[in-house]
């Protein structure tokens, strides 16, 4: 039967972590909301919304609240007692301390206790935190970080339930300026996910620990920039990935050529990352060898200051629950549209359509495909450079040719946030 969340105020689904290793989690709905940034601009803007020093170290707050939420039906057990009220609190800080004219250090550290009126054992403290090191060396630029994130979030869009999930991880990215149009580069992302469900009772959320896992992505390549704002670039990515527990053991590894394409002007940004994905399984695994490309494609048109839409694309894999179907392969496409409603106020809406299909591990396993449909959208105001206030929802169905599969749920956001979004802080 059709599984329902229904939220009246909150940031349900989007409670995906928003971070550098994104391979680790599903992708939610909604696409790019903004060109990435370079190291240096990153840094650049990050430091002036830094205005507090505590002797040689620049401090900036982080502070707000998010997923203030009315929550209906969201465990799907017969003990369930119907509707409650959640809230997340947030309050923290991130240094900036420079060693040298070239090496700059961040810390942060954000505990965020994570409220529920009826469901008291679900009430947690997350504490996340990290180091990053960015060295903006003559010709070498370094960017290296180790973080740890715990929040509340979905996990998995085949149980969307809200869990207390842990994920470790350590980046490692470089990048050399040999000549005017030569870069090679290096990356390494290390990734390790962990449910904390002990002191939850939904069977469904123990079920999510068994997705538990480390991954590894190893990049290496060379960017070619033949004109100013345009780049291409090859190498190679190996991937390794590595379970936990033995009864839903997906574990696999592969090499795989990657082709980066990116357009950068003011009017036009395109962005492609694919990757041509040739995956196998490592002993005792039951992972279905794959083949295919994976990754995600971005156009971005300006026609004035004020609008700007975006047309985008993303296929990834996701780890499956089921002892059916070891994976599933995720494939979306999006169009975003955002304007300006005054100097303040900004408005975004987006739908998506695509699909979720399943490969099976033994034969005879039904054939199963997840049709998807996404729509939303946000109204954020700018109270000050730094203080702001959003307003979000989000709506997904999954229509299963599996009877009794289909999925759906909805979710309205309000966030309060000083320096920049609470979500998805880490390093």
């Known amino acids: 039967m059709r599984f329902e969340v229904r939220v009246c105020i909150g940031i349900l689904f989007l409670l995906a972590c928003r971070a550098k290793s994104q391979y680790l989690l599903f992708t939610p709905p909604g696409g790019p909301e903004s060109r990435p940034e370079s190291i240096e601009d990153r840094l650049d803007r990050e430091m002036r919304q830094a205005p507090h020093h505590l002797g040689p170290v620049r401090i900036a707050p982080l502070i707000g609240f998010r997923d203030v939420a009315y929550v209906n039906d969201l465990f799907s057990t017969n003990t369930n007692t119907g509707g409650d009220v959640t809230a997340t609190f947030g309050a923290g800080a991130r240094g900036y301390l420079h060693t040298g004219s070239k090496v700059t250090w961040i810390g942060q550290v954000l505990p965020e206790y994570v409220w529920w009126n009826e469901r008291t054992e679900s009430r947690r403290l997350n504490v996340s935190g990290g180091l990053e090191m960015i060295a903006l060396l003559n010709r070498l630029t370094i960017d290296a970080a180790a973080s740890r994130v715990e929040q509340q979030k979905i996990v998995t869009?085949?149980?969307?339930?809200?869990?207390?999930?842990?994920?470790?991880?350590?980046?490692?990215?470089?990048?050399l300026k040999l000549t005017t149009k030569l870069r090679p580069f290096v990356s390494a992302h290390w990734a390790r996910q962990k449910g904390l469900v002990d002191d939850l009772q939904d069977p469904a959320a123990q079920q999510i620990a068994l997705l538990d896992r480390e991954e590894l992505k190893v990049r290496a390549g060379v960017r070619w920039y033949p004109r100013t704002a345009f780049s291409i670039g090859v190498g190679a990515e190996r991937t390794e990935v590595d379970f936990d527990r033995a009864e839903l053991d997906s574990s696999n590894a592969g090499t795989a050529p990657v082709l980066e394409l990116t357009l950068d002007r003011p009017h036009i940004y395109f962005h492609a990352d694919l990757t041509a994905r040739s995956l196998t399984a490592t002993t005792g695994s039951r992972f279905v060898d794959y083949d295919g490309v994976t990754g995600s494609v971005a156009l971005n048109l300006v026609p004035r200051s004020s609008f700007q839409s975006w047309l985008y694309a993303n296929r990834e894999i996701i780890y499956s629950l089921s002892p059916d179907y070891p994976y599933l392969q995720d494939t979306r496409v999006g169009l975003a549209l955002g304007t300006a409603l005054g100097a303040r106020v900004f408005f975004r809406a987006y739908v998506e359509t695509g699909d979720n299909e399943y490969t099976a591990f033994s034969p005879t396993a039904p054939e199963r495909t997840d049709d998807l449909t996404a729509f939303g959208g946000s109204l954020r105001f700018v109270i000050t450079e730094t203080l702001a206030l959003t307003l979000q929802a989000t709506r997904l169905e999954l229509d299963s040719n599996v009877?009794?599969?289909?999925?759906?749920?909805?979710?309205?956001?309000?966030?309060?946030?000083?320096?920049?979004?609470?979500v998805g802080q880490n390093l």
Do not use: C, I, K, Q
């Open 157 to 175: 869009p085949e149980v969307p339930e809200l869990v207390h999930s842990a994920v470790d991880l350590g980046r490692l990215d470089t990048e």
């Open 403 to 422: 009877p009794g599969a289909d999925n759906s749920y909805t979710s309205g956001g309000l966030a309060l946030s000083l320096r920049g979004n609470l």
